[in-house]
């Protein structure tokens, strides 16, 4: 008692979703990228990270206790981790388990 219709708006998400991934590759497989799309490949972890940096502390109050403090120390704290360790994912977990201490302890 399978409806025909579901089925259908299975296989049209699954053909709009595997053509939209798989178009670019064939489309362009020949092309040298341009300086721009080469630049913007070659910085955009650093961009990123810097947006992300300002949207974490958009919003945070520096007026009132604890004045932004758990955030600046989180992000010294995952900083320091990263430059010790080298790894993304250590510095995730860590980073996060701090953070939350830094929630629990400092409010």
């Known amino acids: 008692m399978f409806d025909m219709k579901i089925l259908i708006l299975i296989f049209a998400g699954f053909l709009g979703t595997y053509l939209t991934r798989i178009l670019a590759y064939v489309l362009f497989k020949n092309k040298k990228p341009g300086y721009y799309?080469?630049?913007i490949q070659k910085n955009m972890p650093l961009i990123i990270?810097?947006?992300l940096f300002f949207y974490t502390?958009?919003?945070v109050d520096f007026t009132h206790f604890?004045?932004?403090l758990?955030?600046?120390l989180a992000c010294i704290f995952?900083?320091?981790l990263h430059i010790k360790f080298k790894n993304m994912l250590l510095s995730v977990i860590l980073g996060t388990v701090?953070?939350?201490l830094l929630l629990r302890t400092l409010e």
Do not use: A, T
Request: glycine share 10%.
């Open 37 to 39: 799309f080469s630049f």
């Open 98 to 100: 701090f953070y939350m």
């Open 49 to 51: 990270i810097v947006i």
């Open 70 to 72: 758990n955030l600046i």
């Open 66 to 68: 604890p004045y932004g």
């Open 78 to 80: 995952v900083f320091l």
């Open 57 to 59: 502390f958009y919003g």
